[in-house]
Antibody, heavy 130, light 106 residues
Framework: QVQLQQSGPGLVKPSETLSLTCSVSGGSITGRTFYWDWIRQSPGKGLEWIGSISYTGTTYDTPSLRGRVTISVDSSKNQFSLKVTSVTAADTAVYYCARRTEIVVVVDATQGTYNWFDSWGQGTLVTVSS | DIQMTQSPSSLAASVGDRVTITCRASQSISRSLNWVQQKPGKVPKVLIH???LLQSGVPSRFSGSGSGTDFTLTITSLQPEDFATYYCQQSYSTPLTFGGGTKVEI
């Protein structure tokens, strides 16, 4: 059973860089069927996907944060990280890391490739404040 | 970006009720639709993936249906532990997007 453990500061000053790490245990971060994602949730709001990195190192991110987000993997430590630069109060949120599994599934006799978040970190509340 | 619209945004129900939540995508997403449950202060967890496949360990009173742009999550015989917020999420293309959520209250 894979487990994701998040670490990083809960308080970041405006204009500085938010940095979080997600350590993966119980499975390899280099698995070919996995993506490693970051999702956030502003207080009292819904879920917002930030971005992900694949086993090949390819990264994907959301347009609203493009240019401010870096997602990286350290396979030697079996962990991946998120950096968000130039933070403002609008970046205050609970940040989650998650594993997204992508596999071929047969549904109603039709084969297709589907992916979903099957494991989540515990969440880290990051507050942007001076 | 693919926009996901859920309805209703909240509903009140009683234990034993049948509950239906709908989700509409702004373009066809085939069956690339997941349903996620989040209880207050807790980590989200997936209930259904690929529109209708029950995640391992999830009770059979949860079911999903739909394809293309219109999807439904049904909870037959609502249980006390089912009071939570439910999100649909499209996995068809990046950026991945979530619906606004449906809060199921007593």
């Amino acid at each position: 059973q894979v487990q994701l453990q998040q670490s990083g500061p809960g308080l970041v000053k405006p204009s500085e860089t938010l940095s979080l790490t997600c350590s993966v245990s119980g499975g390899s971060i280099t698995g070919r069927t996995f993506y490693w994602d970051w999702i956030r949730q502003s207080p009292g709001k819904g879920l917002e996907w930030i971005g992900s990195i694949s086993y090949t190192g390819t990264t994907y991110d959301t347009p609203s944060l493009r240019g401010r987000v870096t997602i990286s993997v350290d396979s030697s430590k079996n962990q991946f990280s998120l950096k968000v630069t130039s933070v403002t109060a609008a970046d205050t949120a609970v940040y989650y890391c998650a594993r997204r599994t992508e596999i071929v599934v047969v549904v109603d006799a039709t084969q297709g490739t589907y992916n979903w978040f099957d494991s989540w970190g515990q969440g880290t509340l990051v507050t942007v404040s001076s | 970006d693919i926009q996901m619209t859920q309805s209703p945004s909240s509903l009140a129900a009683s234990v034993g009720d049948r509950v239906t939540i709908t989700c509409r995508a702004s373009q066809s997403i085939s069956r690339s639709l997941n349903w996620v449950q989040q209880k207050p202060g807790k980590v989200p967890k997936v209930l259904i993936h690929a529109a209708s496949l029950l995640q391992s360990g999830v009770p059979s009173r949860f079911s999903g249906s739909g394809s293309g742009t219109d999807f439904t999550l049904t909870i037959t015989s609502l249980q006390p532990e089912d009071f939570a917020t439910y999100y649909c999420q499209q996995s068809y293309s990046t950026p991945l997007t979530f619906g606004g959520g449906t809060k199921v209250e007593i």
